[in-house]
C-alpha cells in the first residue's frame, strides 16, 4: 500500500514563502514520476510541478515557473516544493502525486497514488 502525506501548508501573506513536503511510504519510488497538484474552490485540480525520481527533470505548470521549485530527498523518499513570492491566486489546497513512469504528465488522472492534501492560504 503506497501512502502519500503532504504536511506544511498554512497562511501566509502576499509575497511570503512556504515549503510543502511530501512523505512517501510502502515502497520505494525508484522509477517514479511524483507531482505537486492544486485545487481551488470551485476550480479544477491542476498540475502544479514534476519531478522524476530517477533523475531530478523538473516540470513546472508556467504559472508558477520562477517562484517554486521541486526538489526530492530520495533517501527520505520524500519531495518538496518550494513556494516562493506567493500570490492570493496561489491558495488552494496542494496535492502529491505519484505515477510509475519516467514521463512527467499534467494530467491528474494519470496518476495513480494521492496524498490528502494540505491547504494552503495566501492573504492580500
Known amino acids: 500500500q503506497v501512502q502519500l502525506v503532504e504536511s506544511g501548508g498554512g497562511l501566509v501573506q502576499t509575497g511570503g514563502s512556504l515549503r510543502l513536503s511530501c512523505a512517501a511510504s510502502g515502497r520505494t519510488f525508484s522509477g517514479y514520476v511524483l507531482g505537486w497538484f492544486r485545487q481551488a474552490p470551485g476550480k479544477e485540480r491542476e498540475f502544479v510541478a514534476g519531478i522524476i525520481q530517477n533523475d531530478g527533470v523538473t516540470w513546472y505548470a508556467d504559472s508558477v515557473k520562477g517562484r517554486f521549485t521541486i526538489s526530492r530527498d530520495n533517501p527520505k523518499n520524500t519531495v518538496y516544493l518550494q513556494m516562493n513570492s506567493l500570490k492570493p491566486e496561489d491558495t488552494a489546497v496542494y496535492y502529491c502525486?505519484?505515477?510509475?513512469?519516467?514521463?512527467?504528465?499534467?494530467?491528474?488522472?494519470?496518476?495513480?497514488?494521492w496524498g490528502q492534501g494540505t491547504s494552503v492560504t495566501v492573504s492580500s
Open positions: 502525486a505519484a505515477r510509475f513512469s519516467l514521463r512527467i504528465t499534467r494530467a491528474s488522472y494519470e496518476y495513480d497514488y
